[in-house]
Structures are given as structure tokens and as C-alpha cells.
């Protein structure tokens, strides 16, 4: 881009064009110029204006109804020299059809907030942002608008090369390092239609990429790569890297949820998208993104949440979408995990008799003993629906009915090692929860189809930790660390308390379609749960996604497992399990079970057959965990597996029966070992751990009828007849005594786990019986299993 | 309500060791299955086994199934006194393959001739499969002078062996609910 004209004296105006294209990033987008474009530009009588900017601001304010919020330290200089000036080159010029075009080049710009501050919450801030950036492209900006009469109509178009966004707290950083980004915007369009201001694209195209994102513990680093003390690079969580095709249309009106404020209302359409965290060069990608969510009344005001406290709010009307991905692809060969479809509604709902809202309430301070600067945001949500579909081979299975809700406060801190008022802290992003009081439930599995019945299946992923329905009071942190297990990579460290917790081992639906109705099942609830993670590594492997923890102990304290209603239902006591791990380690891997022998034995399908199998080829994708549990020998009482069971309790004055008054059975000291001591340390060895491999299908199999006669569905047949699929039939199936190779074609889909638990040794100290008064007595001196391989193909279908 | 207890434990070795004593185990008819309130639940087909081919440990005593000269079962032992001998369920393995073994959490408020009704209360139910087919599961039980087998001054006497195969008829409900005070 040449420049001919500087005219210097036009700074002024300059600026004001400059901050015009400042203030529109989104709506205005902007691409890079080549010397042809240049040539063909008519015109020729604009203005060329270079500018050295340098701008300072000690505090810039938004004031609303009298509360305000405060942007202090505002800069815009260059982004290598803190004193320094960024360079702008701006050609203005009037075209034939009366358009104004702007051509601009930006090189090492730097914006920043040294800090965000709310009036009335002294002492603490939510810290500091700043966002580099060089940038090269146009914006074109014409009369008339998509309805006509006195809007505007943009194109823009931009490449921005050397990019960093950071949020810096006390001293410490994280950002996004060496953002490239290009992005096209045609006939983007500004209209004022009644007293709204409405924006639409009618397509954004667009690629980006993020070559790192930094971590720095050193203050004297601010927005570099390389460290200031060794030189080195800063470690890195990983890169990223996407690109999108988009069309939105937003309207901003004036007027808060109470008085002054702003009102944006928001449809976005993905007409494709994908999204990329690269690991040491190793992908997890998600790919063929489609979708599209509307984001109905939401407000931005400057006032106070449910706690009086001030903050910059962002109450929700109502959001809905859904998205969905063609391909999740990790690890370094490309296989897939299969297909993943989300709907969702973010709406107003009553949950446990109490009305839930979705808002956001933005504030300085973040964890109290981590530095004055941190973001808390205090939350309320309420996911009134969602579905989730997984797809692989072709089958479908739903997690139909999600809902969520819940209060509390999140902080964000960007922290280094260290303990402060005893509490510790670790190098990396800090998410903090405090006092969030939340649940979920899902109201079962659908397998085929939208209008499958409802069945249980998550009871088989047990192993995983996954409950259908959980309510839970939660304190504690996770802090995300940069660099795995080697190279790039996340190190995470956490420490989490769930207090007065009901989680359903077992859950019938809440609404069977009449209405929603108590949800019973087996719970464990007067749940207190502690759980610390110490260096754990997630890694994307060339096998996939490798998670290995360093060190971990817990502590899950049922109250109560009851059966039934979760409040009301009767108790078989209290059961106390703890844990420790050091070792042990995850492996998420694509594709699934592969040919399985399904009730029989045979590595063929003839052979399979020959033992009363059916032989089932379950296809290339699906999806397998891996599980390494290395339970360690007991170190303490706090550091140890064991498993406690109490009964008989007495009662406290308002009938809750009262811990450690009544009698238990303990299983003390259980943990692995490899068998002996090979590497003649003194210890046995304990590398082999408790090994689990779970893989996750969706396929069919052979559902037999039980009894003569009709059944729940009124479908008649004979006990020992299959159930075979059959769309023209009423009920959407029949029962077939001899299925003929045709129909067996049209089994039932069933939620298929594939696992295989192994293990070489696995000893239990001693197994006491313990009276509130007798003290314990030992029954068992000692348990010890050894050499075990236990397989299980089940496949889970709905009870006909 | 004595009565439909008294008539309904049925004893589950599985059940059994992960609930000792006070989950109570019931037989229900026909007539109670028409009387369940709560859908959803599970319907399992497939099979299990143990030690197929071999457990993890290959050494001196434990290797592959196709080793005539070495175990491949899987290996339970325990000791009721603190210096005393082991008992040990050794050598074990086999498959069992089912279509049909239900769970759900379901209420039993009717039925059981007028039990039920005063029952009323809210049971895990694993509805058995009509026929399990056993595939070679065997075990032995031994008595042993150590926890491993590896280890010096290692004895062992095999007491008797279990094999069994074919068809086992599993049917009914077990039913586990709790009692007494938790």
C-alpha cells in the first residue's frame, strides 16, 4: 500500500476514521489489500494520512443509573515498546458510486486496560486486558441498507498477523500468542428501525490461528513470548486454529433490565466451522460444524446481584440453538470419535420448587487470598433442555432431557505457586467456585431415534463417573497449568468439596411424558465429597487423549444410599469411601469395540456362532476409555483406599441418623501391586494398577421376550421370541420365534459397553468390624486377589 | 408383611457379598409385574468371563490357558486369623452369556396376596434372565500356607473343584431393599 499523501495535519480526523474502524471489529471487517486491488481503486483524489498514535487515558467510565464501571490505564501505543507509538497508514477516498473507502495499514498496535474497576467495590479489580495486533484491509461504507432508506452498508475485509489477547491479575498472565486471522464481511448493513439499531451480515467468512497460549509467573513479563529472566519461550498450553462461515443479524436497543443500559437480541446461523488444539503438533479436532442459536434480550447493565454486591450484569432472556459436529477427531492418526448433535434452551425454569434465572454479574476480586485484581463472576443458569446425540457407524444413541440449574460464585485468577493465607496455589489459570449451589438430571437414553422409548444405560459408565442426576453445594478450584506431560500440553491441579450432595447411581425418568414427576432411583445422598488432583497431564497422544495424574486422594462420604425418592427414601446407612492413586491415568481413544463375540466365545464369526454368540461387527468409530487406577499402599488415614459401611446409627433430635455412633464394616488398606518386589527397592512394585477399558458402541442386539403373552407395550409373544424391529407394525416392532437372517438384520440398537477390567494383584489389609463402643475387631487378616481378566460385552436396550 | 418377607428371601451369592445383611431379597410373581410405577430401566444382553485366555501374571505358577504346566484362572485368598493358613478360591474362570438380566428401581405397592399393599415401598429389582448358559466355569477351593503363590514355603492343598456348563434356568426378580436401621 503506497502512500503518496501524508498529510499530517489530518491527524485529527485520521483518528476519528481510526476509531470508527476501532469501535465496529465485528460488524466491520476488513481483509488485506494486494497491489492489484490498489490499481483498480477509482477515485484517485483521496486522502493518504500516516499516523504515529499514541494515546493515553487514566480512566475511561461508563456510567448507568449512577453506577459505574471503570476502564483505568487505557493505552493504545505499540505493542514492542511500552513508550512507543503504533504506526497507521490510512487512505481515504471517495468512490464513483459515493461510497467512502477506507484502506488502512496498522502495524504492532497495542490496546490495552492496565485495570477494570466497579464504583462501590474498592480495593479490588478484575484485572488487566491487552490485545496486540498488526492489521492490513479496507472498509467500504455506502448509503443505503438492507431495508432501504437512511442506513448504511459496509464491506470490509482485514488480515491481522501477530496477534495477542492476555488477561494479566497480580503480576501473573495468560494469552493467546501469534493470532493470525483473516476475515471477510460483504454487505454488512446498519439500519435504525424504530428505536432499534440493527446490524446484519448477510455472510462472515473467515480463518484463524493461534501459534501458542502463554503462561508467565514472571511480573516483569508483560505480553512477550520469551521470557525477560531465562529467555526461554513461556510455556505453552497448546495452539488452536478454526475457520467459519457465519451469517448473524443483531439488534442493540437502548434501556437495561432497570433503566439505562443496553438490549442485544441476536440470531447466528454456522453454515460451517471447524476448530482445532494442536498439542505438539497432535490434533483434537472438531470438524463440519453446522448450527445455529438466537440469543433473545439480553441486557448490559451496571448494577447489583443477588447479593447487593456491584457489578457489570448480563441477565439473559432466553438463548436456544443447536449445533452440530460431523467429526471429532483426536489423536495423531485422524480416527474419529463418530458425530455429536446439541440442542439446547437457556430459559426461565422452576427446579426444587425455586425459579431459576440465566445471568452473569461481572466483578473485580477473584479469590480474596490471590490479589486484589481477579474476575468473580457471580452466575445463575437454568439449561431448561437440552438433547445430546452421539452418532458412530450410523447409530444414534440420545441423553435425552438435560437440565441444569445453579447459583454461585466462579472466580478467575491467573496465579503462580504458593501458599497465601493457607491457601495454595499453582502456576496457571485459576477457576475458582465458591458456594455454587447446582444440579442436573437427564431424563434417560433414547438409542435410534428422537421417539425411541426411554431406558436407563448410564449405569454402565459407572466407572467413568458419570451419574444421571446430581445436586451438589461446591467449593474448591481447578487450576489449568501450561505444558503437559512432555512439551505442550495442560497440567492441572485442583482441589474440589461438594457438600450436602444427592447423586443418582440409578434413575427412573422425571417426566415419562405426563408431566414431571419425583425422579426415583438409588442415590447416595448427605453427600461430602473431597477430591484433590495433584499434576495431572492432559496430552493429545498419538494414540489420543492422554490424561495422567500425579497424584490424587479423595474422601466421598455417603450419608446415606437410599433407595427411591432421593430425600425420603430408605437407607441402606452410610457408606465411606476414600481413595488414593498416585500414577494412575486415563486414555481416551477412537473407535470402539471393533468385532465382538456377543454372548459367546470365538475370535470368528463361525466360531462364534458354534458357542450360542452372534458375532456383531460394531464398525470404526465409537469411542474407548482407558482407565489405569494404581492404588497406592496407605501412607496416613487421609491417604489411603478403603471402604467403610455403618448401620444402626442413632438418631439426632430431628430423626437424622448421626455418623460414627453406629457399627461398620471397614475394608482397610485396599491397593494394587504388580505381585512382588522385581526391582529390589524394598517396596512392591505397583506400575500395573487396576486396568479398565471401557468401549462404547451403539448397535444392535438380541432382546428375548421373557414371558407369554403382551407386553408392557401390549405386543404379544411367546417367551424365548426375539424382538425384531418392524415400522409397520403399531408398536414399531413384533416378536419372532426363529428370525430369519433378514429380520435378524433388524435387531433392536442398544447403548453397547464393551469392558475389560485387569488387574495382577489386589490386597485388602484387613476387614474390621467396628462398634461406637467396643472399638474394632479384626474379622479378615488380610485379602488378596490376584491374576484377574474379567470381560463384559453388555449391551443396554429399553425393558420390553 | 412377615409373611411376604419370610416368602421371599432369596439368597444371591453375588448379592450377598456386596450387601451382607440388610438388603433383603424377595421372588415376585406375574401379578406384582402388572402394579410397577417408574419406566426406564435396562434391559442387558451379553456375557461375561473370566479369564478367558489368561489373567495378567505370568511367572512361575500363573500363565496363558494353552501352558498345560501353569494356572490361568484368577486367584481369591483370605485369612480369618492374623498368622493362620489362607483359604483360597483358585483357578478360576469361566463365561456366562444372558439375554435378558433386567434392572430398574420400581415400587411394590400391590400384589403378593394383599403383602404388597402393605409393603409399599420402593426396591431395586434385577429381573433374571430366564437362562444363563455357563461355558466352562470352574473354580477350585484350596487351603494354602500363603497369600501368593510365589512366595517362599508356599503349600497348598486343592480341596475339591467346581466345573460347570450348559444351561442354568434363572428366573424371577430379586428384589433388594433396605432394612432395619440405617
Known amino acids: 500500500m503506497g502512500a503518496p499523501d501524508r498529510i499530517k495535519q489530518l491527524a485529527p480526523m485520521a483518528t476519528g476514521l481510526f476509531c470508527v474502524v476501532l469501535a465496529l471489529p465485528v460488524v466491520a471487517d476488513m481483509k488485506s489489500l494486494d497491489d492489484s486491488t490498489l490499481a483498480n481503486i477509482s477515485g484517485q483524489s483521496g486522502l493518504s494520512v500516516e499516523l504515529d498514535l499514541g494515546l493515553t487515558a487514566d480512566r475511561l467510565s461508563y456510567v448507568d443509573d449512577g453506577s459505574s464501571i471503570h476502564l483505568d490505564g487505557f493505552r493504545i501505543g505499540s505493542a514492542v515498546d511500552p513508550s512507543g507509538q503504533a504506526f497507521h497508514l490510512i487512505r481515504i477516498d471517495v468512490e464513483e458510486d459515493a461510497s467512502l473507502n477506507l484502506d488502512y495499514l496498522v502495524k504492532d498496535r497495542r490496546i490495552e486496560f492496565g485495570d477494570i474497576r466497579l464504583a462501590g467495590a474498592p480495593g479490588v479489580s478484575m484485572g488487566g486486558i491487552f490485545f496486540d495486533h498488526s492489521l492490513e484491509g479496507y472498509l467500504n461504507i455506502r448509503q443505503g441498507s438492507s431495508v432501504g432508506g437512511a442506513g448504511y452498508t459496509f464491506d470490509s475485509a482485514y488480515t491481522m498477523t501477530g496477534g495477542r489477547l492476555g488477561y494479566r491479575t497480580n503480576g501473573n498472565e495468560v494469552f493467546l500468542d501469534d493470532i493470525t486471522m483473516n476475515v471477510e464481511a460483504l454487505g454488512v448493513t446498519l439500519d435504525v428501525v424504530g428505536d432499534t439499531l440493527a446490524l446484519n451480515a448477510p455472510r462472515i467468512t473467515g480463518d484463524w490461528e493461534v501459534g501458542a497460549i502463554r503462561y508467565s509467573s514472571n511480573p516483569l513479563n508483560h505480553g512477550v513470548s520469551v521470557d525477560s529472566g531465562n529467555g526461554q519461550p513461556l510455556p505453552s498450553y497448546g495452539s488452536l486454529s478454526g475457520s467459519y462461515e457465519l451469517s448473524s443479524s443483531t439488534s442493540l436497543t437502548a434501556g437495561g433490565r432497570s433503566g439505562e443500559g443496553l438490549r442485544i437480541d441476536n440470531e447466528t446461523v454456522i453454515h460451517s466451522a471447524s476448530f482445532l488444539y494442536r498439542d505438539d503438533g497432535k490434533a483434537l479436532a472438531l470438524r463440519d460444524i453446522t448450527g445455529v442459536y438466537r440469543i433473545n434480550d439480553l441486557r448490559l447493565d451496571v448494577a447489583t446481584d443477588w447479593q447487593n454486591r456491584p457489578a457489570l450484569a448480563l441477565p439473559l432472556g432466553s438463548m436456544d440453538g443447536e449445533f452440530s459436529i460431523g467429526a471429532i477427531e483426536v489423536g495423531g492418526n485422524g480416527k474419529s470419535i463418530g458425530q455429536v448433535n446439541v440442542s439446547f434452551l437457556l430459559e426461565d425454569q422452576v427446579f426444587n420448587g425455586r425459579s431459576y434465572s440465566n445471568a452473569i454479574y461481572l466483578q473485580g476480586g477473584g479469590h480474596p487470598d490471590a490479589g486484589p485484581q481477579g474476575l468473580r463472576l457471580a452466575t445463575e443458569w437454568s439449561l431448561r433442555l437440552a438433547d445430546f446425540s452421539y452418532t458412530e457407524d450410523g447409530n444414534r444413541v440420545i441423553f435425552s432431557g438435560l437440565q441444569s440449574w445453579g447459583q454461585g460464585d466462579v472466580t478467575v485468577n491467573v496465579t503462580r505457586d504458593g501458599v497465601t493465607n493457607d491457601t495454595e496455589f499453582f502456576d496457571g489459570l485459576r477457576i475458582g467456585f465458591e458456594d455454587i449451589r447446582a444440579g442436573y438430571r437427564i431424563n434417560g437414553l433414547r438409542v435410534g431415534s428422537d421417539d425411541a422409548p426411554l431406558q436407563g444405560g448410564t449405569e454402565l459408565l459407572l466407572a467413568l463417573g458419570f451419574y444421571p442426576a446430581y445436586e451438589f453445594e461446591l467449593d474448591g478450584h481447578v487450576t489449568l497449568g501450561a505444558g503437559g506431560a512432555s512439551g505442550e500440553g495442560i497440567t492441572i491441579n485442583s482441589d474440589v468439596s461438594i457438600r450436602n450432595g444427592k447423586a443418582a447411581i440409578i434413575a427412573v425418568p422425571y417426566d415419562e411424558g405426563n408431566g414431571e414427576i419425583p425422579q426415583k432411583g438409588l442415590w447416595i445422598t448427605e453427600l461430602d465429597y473431597d477430591a484433590h488432583v495433584r499434576d495431572m497431564t492432559v496430552d493429545v497422544s498419538q494414540e489420543g487423549l492422554a490424561v495422567i495424574k500425579g497424584e490424587s486422594w479423595s474422601t466421598m462420604d455417603i450419608g446415606n444410599l437410599r433407595i427411591g425418592d432421593k430425600e425420603s427414601g430408605q437407607s441402606f446407612g452410610r457408606f465411606v469411601i476414600q481413595k488414593y492413586e498416585t500414577g494412575s491415568s486415563m486414555t481416551v481413544v477412537p473407535g470402539g469395540a471393533g468385532d465382538v463375540c456377543a454372548g459367546g466365545m470365538g475370535d470368528s464369526p463361525s466360531a462364534c456362532a458354534a458357542s450360542g454368540g452372534v458375532w456383531e461387527p460394531r464398525g470404526e468409530e465409537g469411542l474407548t476409555v482407558r482407565l489405569k487406577q494404581v492404588l497406592a499402599k496407605a501412607i496416613n488415614e487421609a491417604r489411603k483406599n478403603s471402604l467403610t459401611w455403618e448401620t444402626n446409627r442413632q438418631s439426632s433430635g430431628v430423626g437424622e441418623a448421626m455418623n460414627g455412633t453406629g457399627t461398620s464394616l471397614v475394608l482397610n488398606d485396599i491397593h494394587t501391586s504388580d505381585g512382588g518386589d522385581f526391582d529390589g527397592d524394598g517396596v512392591d512394585d505397583n506400575s500395573f494398577g487396576l486396568r479398565t477399558d471401557l468401549s462404547v458402541d451403539v448397535y444392535q442386539t438380541r432382546v428375548v421376550k421373557k414371558e407369554d403373552g403382551p407386553d408392557a407395550m401390549g405386543v404379544t409373544g411367546n417367551r424365548g421370541d426375539e424382538k425384531i424391529m418392524d415400522g409397520s407394525s403399531t408398536a414399531g416392532y413384533r416378536y419372532v420365534s426363529n428370525p430369519t437372517l433378514a429380520e435378524a438384520d433388524n435387531r433392536p440398537l442398544g447403548f453397547a459397553v464393551k469392558a475389560r477390567s485387569r488387574f495382577k494383584e489386589l490386597s485388602i489389609n484387613n476387614i474390621d468390624l467396628v462398634h461406637p463402643v467396643g472399638g474394632a475387631q479384626t474379622a479378615v487378616y488380610g485379602v488378596k486377589m490376584q491374576n484377574f481378566d474379567i470381560k463384559a460385552n453388555l449391551t443396554a436396550t429399553p425393558i420390553p | ?182
Open chain 2, 1 to 182: 408383611m412377615k409373611s411376604f418377607l419370610r416368602r421371599t428371601i432369596l439368597a444371591l451369592p453375588v448379592f450377598l457379598f456386596s450387601l451382607p445383611s440388610l438388603a433383603e431379597l424377595a421372588r415376585l410373581g406375574d401379578e406384582a409385574l402388572s402394579h410397577i410405577s417408574g419406566q426406564g430401566g435396562i434391559y442387558l444382553s451379553g456375557d461375561i468371563s473370566i479369564n478367558e485366555m489368561g489373567g495378567p501374571v505370568e511367572n512361575s505358577y500363573f500363565g496363558r490357558c494353552d501352558d498345560a504346566d501353569k494356572k490361568c484362572g484368577a486367584r481369591f485368598a483370605y485369612r480369618l486369623k492374623e498368622d493362620g493358613g489362607w483359604v483360597v478360591l483358585d483357578d478360576i474362570r469361566g463365561n456366562f452369556a444372558f439375554e435378558g438380566l433386567t434392572l430398574r428401581v420400581r415400587k411394590v405397592d400391590s400384589g403378593f396376596g394383599g403383602d404388597g399393599e402393605l409393603f409399599n415401598r420402593d426396591v431395586l429389582e434385577l429381573g433374571l434372565p430366564n437362562t444363563v448358559r455357563f461355558n466352562d466355569v470352574q473354580f477350585k477351593i484350596s487351603s494354602s500356607s500363603t497369600a501368593r503363590p510365589t512366595d517362599p514355603g508356599f503349600q497348598q492343598t486343592d480341596i475339591f473343584s467346581v466345573d460347570m456348563r450348559g444351561d442354568v434356568v434363572m428366573e424371577g426378580n430379586l428384589l433388594v431393599f433396605p432394612a432395619g436401621n440405617p
